[in-house]
């Protein structure tokens, strides 16, 4: 079988594109290397979700959270029932290995009246190999977050994501970042009795525009009472110099070191899509509002490579609402040009 288009990741971007494609009439199949609703499954255990409902469904209506934000666990459910529910076609725990270019060759009857005159594309898994008229890469970034490059980096200690508090009571933790996500394990492990310190950027903890990245008030608000009440420290950062077995040594903004006695750290500065397939692919990339992404036509998302579209972390709209927002105009311009080239076939 030849697909319509073949989806990688089912996040938001993922799933709205199947729930789209499906609609559309398209041969389709989404492959996850790991759960459905993978980057949600890896939130924060018991985390209220940053976005209001109306950002998070696909119908308007759908998501009835207990609250005002829904938590991880009533994001998740919902993305998982919505799937099961309309019978999208989701393949998980399979691993795409690579995407590469296959040779024309006559089509399969009715379920591939066309294929493109630039060639199709294989998918390759871990379980098989897809042929596909169109690829969408919908796969989160939290798979490679973004390193501090410094001495002690790799020791056991230190995690690159924060799922829960309860390992780390009464022990001391350090969390490295100035974003929602460092606020927030800050936040849930001065609660709940880890001696915590957040080591951030002077400018990032004093800036207030939401559009910079900032913490957002939400998070700071209740950082700011736990610092109050000597729960929680705070350290302006100049660079981390180097991670110990049982200290980290910091440098502070005026340029002094400081070592801090330490159980556990965790690295949260963000992450970046890995592009390696689709350079692979031959599509180019610039320099975006979150680092490195694919050139694309914001009007259909697709790149400079005819049929290889990008949603999600893999454009300069990463927010769960923009993530499911475009499949609405990938997916017609899916349909569109399959049906330019099968009229032009006929």
């Known amino acids: 079988m030849i697909y319509d288009l073949i989806i990688i990741g089912s996040g938001p971007a993922g799933i709205s594109a199947a729930f789209e494609a499906k609609k559309a009439g398209l041969d389709y199949v989404v492959i996850e290397k790991g759960l459905i609703g993978n980057t949600i499954y890896n939130y924060p255990v018991g985390l209220t979700v940053f976005s209001t409902v109306n950002e998070l469904e696909f119908n308007e209506g759908d998501l009835k959270p207990a609250r005002e934000k829904p938590t991880r666990e009533e994001l998740l459910s919902y993305y998982v029932r919505f799937v099961l529910d309309n019978e999208l076609e989701v ?26 005159k630039e060639g199709n594309f294989l998918v390759v898994t871990d379980k098989g190999e897809y042929a596909a008229r169109n690829v969408l890469f919908a796969i989160g970034a939290m798979d490679h977050p973004r390193r501090l490059n410094v001495p002690g980096e790799d020791l056991p200690k230190v995690h690159s994501h924060f799922r829960e508090t309860y390992p780390w009571v009464k022990k001391k933790a350090l969390v490295v970042g100035g974003g929602n996500s460092a606020g927030e394990a800050a936040l849930f492990l001065a609660q709940e009795g880890a001696e915590t310190t957040l080591a951030i950027f002077r400018e990032d903890w004093e800036n207030t525009d939401p559009k910079q990245g900032c913490i957002k008030y939400w998070v700071k608000q209740p950082l700011e009472e736990e610092l109050q009440e000597n729960c929680l420290k705070l350290f302006f950062l100049g660079k981390v110099v180097e991670i110990r077995e049982d200290v980290v040594v910091l440098e502070s903004e005026s340029g002094e070191r400081v070592e801090l ?61 923009a993530a499911i927002e475009a499949p609405r105009k990938i997916i017609p311009a899916i349909v569109a040009s399959l049906q330019k080239f099968n009229s032009a076939a006929e």
Not at 91 to 96: L, N, P
Not at 102 to 111: I, L, T, V
């Open 261 to 321: 006695e330490n159980d556990v750290v965790f690295v949260l500065i963000g992450s970046d899509a890995d592009l390696t397939m689709l350079r692979s692919l031959g599509v180019e990339t610039e320099t975006g509002k979150y680092g490195d992404v694919p050139v694309y036509d914001p009007k259909t998302n697709e790149t400079n490579v005819p049929g290889i579209y990008v949603a999600g972390h893999f454009t300069n709209k990463r927010h769960i609402k």
């Open 91 to 116: 393949r998980s725990e399979e691993t795409v290995l690579e995407v590469r270019f296959e040779e024309n060759h006559p089509a399969d009857g009715a379920s591939a009246p066309l294929l493109r």
